[in-house]
């Protein structure tokens, strides 16, 4: 039997941050697979570098399983060597299901679990297995996910936005139709900080990269970004509530020439014509005696 540490707590109680998150890297990078009758596997391939994550995943679970290494050409490399845990239990990929892994494919149906868990460390797995963390081509801190499910896109966007305050437009990008959900800068290292906690499980070269965001600081003069802020009531001066085509009418309104009315009303300037300014020609029509004899059409 391989090797394991005793565990005090149920198999997959989310509750438990090292539970969460292995299952939230599960929910990403796992593979449950069901063959004819009541077999089946939990296998999960990484490179060889992140194989002692692999081992805690062992370690925290009390069925068999078994961590493997293989050396094969793949399209980025002669010789590339992964290493893969698999689990075959019946009774272990029952919770896992249970818990919210389907079998097959997933990418687009993953959700968070329901009930109670760590949030953070759910968190932190889905990362570890789909996202990015470190810094772009121009030196900015980033942290990013990848994923197809809406409902961890969505996930993602709230807790980062009880965290840090930012907020995020969700959308799919054209060609993969997929979200790639992106924070920078001072956002980035406030979650950055807040998943990757001393002593917490994760990929060592991720966690390294996100301690590395801490040290980073905005260049004098640099000017942080605006953030969007609706007009409340009082700001806006009225006592009924104001229309989103009202807001637009009185921005553009605003961005020209405006003058005050009777009763401390706004109201648009009258445009009037430049000085200098010629007015437009309308087009003549094909026929018109206004159109040269060379580009009129034969009658």
Same mark, same amino acid.
């Given at each position: 039997?391989?090797?394991?540490? $005793?565990? @005090? %707590?149920?198999?997959?109680?989310? &509750?438990?941050?090292?539970? /969460? =998150? ?27 570098? @992140?194989?002692?994550?692999?081992? /805690? ?15 094969? !050409? ?30 097959? *494919?997933?990418?687009? !149906? ?10 953070? @460390? ?36 709230? =807790? ?13 990008? /054209?060609?993969?139709?997929? =979200? ?24 060592? *070269? ?11 600081? *905005? ?6 970004? %605006? &953030? ?14 104001? &229309? ?23 109201? $648009? ?8 300014? @010629? ?6 029509? $094909? ?13």
């Amino acid at each position: 039997m391989a090797d394991r540490e $005793p565990v @005090d %707590h149920r198999f997959m109680d989310l &509750t438990v941050p090292e539970y /969460a =998150y292995m299952f939230g890297f599960l929910q990403a990078d796992g593979h449950l697979q069901q063959s004819a009758g009541r077999k089946g596997k939990l296998s999960v391939e990484l490179n060889s570098h @992140d194989i002692d994550l692999l081992r /805690a995943f062992q370690r925290l679970t009390p069925y068999y399983s078994s961590v493997t290494e293989r050396t094969r !050409t793949t399209n980025f490399a002669e010789a590339h060597t992964s290493a893969t845990w698999t689990l075959c239990s019946l009774e272990a990929r029952t919770r896992l299901n249970a818990c919210g892994l389907p079998y097959g *494919r997933k990418s687009a !149906t993953i959700a968070p679990p329901h009930g109670e868990f760590s949030r953070r @460390d759910y968190l932190r797995g889905l990362i570890d297995a789909d996202g990015s963390v470190g810094f772009t081509s121009k030196g900015f801190p980033f942290v990013s996910l990848t994923t197809a499910s809406d409902a961890v896109a969505r996930f993602l966007r709230d =807790y980062c936005k009880d965290t840090t305050g930012a907020e995020r437009i969700l959308s799919r990008n /054209a060609r993969d139709n997929i =979200y790639n959900v992106l924070y920078t800068m001072e956002v980035a290292q406030r979650l950055a900080a807040d998943l990757y906690y001393p002593g917490c499980l994760s990929l060592e *070269r991720k966690r390294t990269a996100a301690g590395l965001l801490s040290a980073w600081a *905005r260049p004098a003069g640099m000017r942080a970004a %605006h &953030t969007r802020r609706r007009w409340t009531q009082e700001e806006d001066g009225s006592s009924s509530p104001v &229309t989103a085509r009202q807001r637009r009418r009185r921005h553009s309104a605003g961005r020209s020439r405006a003058v005050t009315c009777a009763g401390g009303a706004w109201a $648009p300037a009258k445009w009037a014509r430049p000085a200098g300014r @010629d007015r437009v020609r309308a087009r003549a029509s $094909p026929g018109s005696p206004h159109v040269s004899p060379s580009r009129r059409r034969p009658a």
